[in-house]
């Protein structure tokens, strides 16, 4: 390589680095991706990006973290179970929950078992009633830890680019002046009068609607799905 690539390299990198720290997704997931194709200078970049940004997951850092997951190489393999050995979200919990393997499916991008696994962890939150049960009375929700719910949707939104979590369909349904029924229709629940089917209707990959998953079974009504929007935990 001439000196004169080497530079237009280094320029390139710097560039890019500079819209990974610009603090817009809009900027920094395309960023992402050209500095994976650079090779090893563009990973290093997103090596030292991960480091300096390790205490605040975000869909950028997820994305950065799934990125190097996902590199056939023994340093990068090193560094990442060095520094975030079960993942960048810190998992707390004030019912001492156990959601690694929660994190773990969302790191492998299931999102249809990490679904699955989410309502479990409610029902969980809610107690040995709902576990038995396998659903939540909205009565259950407000009692809910914040710190939990928190724990759920910033996994979800991390490992998601920021497309799925309970935060993100609050955020659409405060946008629709809190109708249920433009909701349904927004994040692909329903299409027009008919509700999407449960599983194989639902996507289960990035190319879903904003706020598509985690999912909620409507056919009991409304209230539990609109207590846990109103939870204290998404309180701005």
């Not at 990198?13 to 200078?41: D, F, H, T």
């Not at 999102?111 to 259950?140: N, S, V």
């Amino acid at each position: 390589m001439t000196e004169q690539d080497q530079a237009s390299v280094q320029a390139e990198l710097e560039n890019l680095r500079q819209q990974l720290n610009s603090g817009s997704r809009k900027k920094q997931l395309p960023a992402i991706a050209q500095l994976e194709q650079l090779g090893e200078p563009g990973l290093k970049v997103l090596m030292e990006f991960l480091s300096s940004q390790a205490e605040t997951p975000t869909p950028t850092t997820g994305q950065v973290y799934l990125t190097l997951k996902q590199q056939e190489s023994s340093a990068i393999e090193d560094f990442l179970t060095m520094k975030f050995p079960q993942g960048i979200v810190s998992l707390n919990s004030d019912r001492n929950i156990e959601y690694q393997s929660l994190q773990d499916l969302l790191i492998e991008q299931d999102f249809q078992q990490a679904d699955r696994l989410t309502l479990e962890k409610l029902c969980e939150l809610a107690g040995p009633q709902a576990m038995e049960r396998r659903w939540i009375y909205f009565t259950e929700v407000d009692k809910f830890p914040v710190s939990d719910l928190q724990t759920l949707d910033t996994l979800w939104l991390a490992y998601s680019q920021g497309k799925f979590g309970f935060s993100v369909q609050r955020k659409l349904w405060l946008s629709l002046g809190k109708d249920f029924n433009k909701l349904w229709d927004k994040i692909g629940w329903r299409n027009e009068k008919t509700w999407t089917r449960y599983p194989n209707e639902f996507i289960w990959d990035l190319s879903a609607p904003q706020g598509h998953l985690p999912l909620s079974n409507q056919l009991r009504g409304v209230r539990m799905y609109e207590a846990l929007l109103l939870h204290p935990a998404w309180s701005d």
